[in-house]
């Protein structure tokens, strides 16, 4: 999974238990599928709820 805008994927990282033992763990970016205008085309791509944030507060200005 990846952000067409950004271009955010999967990170990793370690779960820690009570008793210290480290276990891997992946952290997955929250992608929706959401249309967007660009250059007065519109187009369905698969975004970050972050870009989705920023484009709409892009749009109300």
């Given amino acids: ?6 271009g955010k994927t999967v ?9 210290k033992v480290h276990t891997n763990r992946r952290f997955m970016p929250n992608i ?8 007065g085309e519109t187009k369905r791509l698969k975004l970050c709820t972050r870009c989705i944030r920023t484009q709409n507060k892009i749009k109300t200005r």
């Fill in 11 to 19: 990170q990793f990282g370690k779960n820690v238990s009570h008793s």
């Fill in 32 to 39: 929706q599928s959401a249309t967007v205008t660009i250059g």
């Fill in 1 to 6: 999974m990846k952000c067409d805008l950004c």
